[in-house]
Each structure stands twice: as C-alpha cells, then as structure tokens.
C-alpha cells in the first residue's frame, strides 16, 4: 500500500499531460489500495488563484478521480514551514543569500546533462560585516540551505537510480515565500505520503528533496517520475498547440471519458476502442508496464479539422505511441 498524492500549482488549466501525471498517480494510489490527497501548491500569489483551482478541481472529478479529505492549500501552511526552517537554522544549516537570479545563473557553470543551475556558494563565506554591508544597502535576502554534501541518489520506482548534486537550495524566497521545495518536503512527510508520483521534469529535484527530507528527520518518500506529454514538432505543451485542456477537448467533440480513454490507450492501459474510467484500470495496473519515454500525440488530437467529431471519437484504432 503506497498513499499517493496529485499536487497541482493553480497558475491555469490543467492540460493533457498534468492530467495524465494524475490519472498515474491515482492509479499508483488507488491500485495499492492507498490513500490519494489532492494539495494546491499554491505559494505563488501573483499566478496562483481560486479560479484556477476550482477549475482544476472540477476537471479532475470531471475525468474521474476521487480524493481522500479536503485540499491542502500551501498559501494556508506557512507556520509549518517555517518552523522547518526553525529547525535548521537552529542546527546552523542555513545562511542568507543576496543574489539575484541573473548572479546565480552567471556565477554557476551548470555540468552538462543537469536541467536545474546549481548554486555556486557565493554568499556561503560572507562575514557578518559584509552581511551587514548587503542588508544596510536595503538588499533582501532569501535563505538557503548549506547542503554540504555533494552528490545524492535516489532510486526511483520507474527510472531506477537517479544521482543530482544536491546544491545549498533557497528555503525562503527574497519576498517571505516559502520555497517549493522546503514545502514539498515538509507537506508530504506532514500528509504522510508514502509514493510521490508527478512529471519527469522534477526528476533532478529528487536528490536534494531526499536529503532535506533527511536533515529534518522526516521518513523518506518513494519517487515515480512520469514521462511528460509533448507537442508535435516542439517542446512542452502549451495553449497554442490547440485543445490542450478538458475544455478545449470538449469544444472539438471529445468528452472527459473519451479524453479519459486516449490517455489510458497512450500509455498502454486500454486499447482505444472502447471508453474506459479510471475505476476500470485499477484492476490491471502495472507500472512495469508503462511506457519510459515522453508521449506526443498526432495533431489528430489537438485539431478539430483532423478528427472526426462523433462524441464515440477516440483516437485512431491504434495509437502509435512513436508518432
Ligand atoms: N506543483 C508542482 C507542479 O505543478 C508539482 C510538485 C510535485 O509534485 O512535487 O509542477
């Protein structure tokens, strides 16, 4: 039994391979008989919003997926995580950093392969007098980690062994903000999330959420990193490939269940021919069976001129997961 959660930021819509990710994370859940929680992460105030949410909310009931108690917001937890960074302030594991986000990008020299820019230190030696100096030039600094540690692996459940320098990551933004993720570590040990199943992108982030997960006695949690949905021809999916969300699916014909069945037959769950609800796949769920690469979908699923508008409308008979 893994409990499992789906955790949605509510900047907009959610799009095809946001609900594929929790049509996966439900499944993981739900197959072990787990509990799954639903949590907005929602610290950005300035993309974050109650319509987002709702909507979000609205398309995930809409495809079928249920979760257990009410939703955790971010924006309501700040005590809890600044208690965190209580504790390893306390333990002398924190330091102010008055970099901008343009410094760090200059200053670090990102080894090739690793998505997210390492820190380079910069602000680790600053004396009290140079600190000083920063804080009376009215400069706000945010509050970072001192990781010291280098390299950590996590094994992760679909990937296998995942290694990323775990470097002296912000904990609390320039503007009071909690970070993304001091929060993510803090919520799933505090939901008691067993599996954390979500994107591939954030793979690289496994490493350093294991080891602040560590430093603040809290258990370890299991990673199942999803591969993402892409866009023909391009990268991440977004409002200009065509219906990319449950809304723009329905305004080309195709219904939540109907969209709830092309997400099943692309990663290999349902054939494509008959609609299908997520209940239907628990039974004969096996993550050995998932595919290990992205999916990018014809243009057949995002333009309406290229489909055929009966609501029975699937996707082609059989789905080339290489297209
Ligand atoms: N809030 C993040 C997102 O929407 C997901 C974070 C996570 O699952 O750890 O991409």
Same mark, same amino acid.
């Given at each position: 039994m893994?409990?499992?959660?789906?955790?949605p930021?509510?900047?907009?819509?959610?799009?095809? /391979?946001?609900?594929r990710?929790?049509?996966?994370?439900?499944?993981f859940?739900r197959?072990?008989?787990?509990?799954?929680?639903?949590?907005?992460?929602?610290?950005?105030?300035?993309?974050?919003?109650?319509?987002?949410?709702?909507?979000?909310?609205?398309?995930l009931?809409?495809?079928g997926?249920?979760?257990?108690?009410?939703?955790?917001?971010?924006?309501?937890?700040?005590?809890?995580?600044?208690?965190?960074i209580?504790?390893?302030? #306390?333990?002398?594991?924190?330091?102010?950093c008055?970099?901008?986000?343009?410094?760090?990008?200059?200053?670090?020299?990102?080894?090739?392969?690793?998505?997210?820019?390492s820190?380079?230190?910069?602000?680790?030696?600053?004396?009290?007098?140079?600190?000083a100096r920063?804080?009376?030039e009215?400069?706000?600094?945010?509050?970072?980690l001192?990781?010291?540690?280098?390299?950590?692996?996590?094994?992760?459940?679909l990937?296998g062994p995942?290694?990323?320098?775990?470097?002296?990551?912000?904990l609390?933004?320039?503007?009071?903000?909690?970070?993304?993720?001091?929060?993510?570590?803090?919520?799933?040990?505090?939901?008691?999330?067993?599996?954390?199943?979500?994107?591939?992108?954030?793979?690289?982030?496994?490493p350093?959420?294991r080891?602040?997960?560590?430093?603040?006695?809290?258990?370890?949690?299991?990673?199942?990193?999803?591969?993402?949905?892409?866009?023909? #021809?391009?990268?991440r999916?977004?409002?200009?490939?065509?219906?990319?969300?449950?809304?723009?699916?329905?305004?080309?014909?195709?219904?939540?269940?109907?969209?709830?069945?092309?997400?099943?037959?692309?990663? /290999?769950?349902a054939?494509?021919?008959?609609?299908?609800?997520? /209940?239907?796949?628990?039974?004969?769920?096996?993550?050995?069976?998932l595919?290990?690469?992205?999916?990018?979908?014809?243009?057949?699923?995002?333009?309406?001129?290229?489909h055929?508008?009966?609501?029975?409308?699937?996707a082609?008979?059989?789905?080339?997961?290489?297209?």
């Amino acid at each position: 039994m893994a409990s499992g959660r789906f955790a949605p930021s509510p900047t907009g819509a959610l799009h095809l /391979g946001n609900l594929r990710t929790a049509l996966l994370a439900w499944l993981f859940a739900r197959s072990s008989g787990g509990t799954f929680l639903v949590r907005m992460e929602d610290l950005d105030r300035v993309q974050a919003s109650a319509e987002h949410e709702a909507s979000q909310l609205r398309d995930l009931e809409a495809l079928g997926l249920d979760w257990d108690g009410g939703v955790v917001r971010q924006s309501e937890r700040f005590e809890r995580y600044e208690a965190a960074i209580g504790l390893l302030t #306390g333990a002398g594991l924190t330091y102010p950093c008055y970099c901008s986000r343009r410094e760090v990008r200059e200053a670090s020299a990102a080894p090739q392969g690793e998505q997210l820019v390492s820190y380079p230190g910069t602000c680790r030696g600053l004396s009290l007098r140079e600190r000083a100096r920063r804080d009376g030039e009215g400069r706000r600094p945010a509050l970072r980690l001192l990781a010291n540690i280098g390299k950590v692996t996590v094994v992760d459940d679909l990937l296998g062994p995942l290694t990323a320098t775990v470097d002296d990551v912000v904990l609390r933004r320039a503007d009071g903000v909690p970070a993304y993720n001091l929060a993510v570590v803090v919520d799933d040990a505090a939901q008691r999330v067993e599996q954390v199943v979500r994107g591939d992108d954030l793979a690289t982030s496994a490493p350093r959420q294991r080891h602040l997960a560590s430093l603040l006695g809290l258990p370890p949690v299991r990673y199942a990193h999803v591969p993402l949905v892409l866009a023909p #021809g391009s990268g991440r999916l977004a409002k200009r490939d065509g219906a990319v969300t449950l809304a723009d699916q329905a305004s080309v014909g195709r219904g939540a269940r109907a969209v709830c069945t092309l997400l099943a037959a692309s990663l /290999g769950l349902a054939d494509g021919n008959e609609l299908v609800a997520p /209940g239907d796949l628990v039974a004969g769920f096996d993550p050995a069976g998932l595919p290990r690469g992205p999916w990018t979908p014809g243009a057949w699923a995002f333009d309406p001129d290229k489909h055929d508008k009966s609501p029975e409308f699937v996707a082609p008979k059989k789905i080339n997961l290489e297209e």
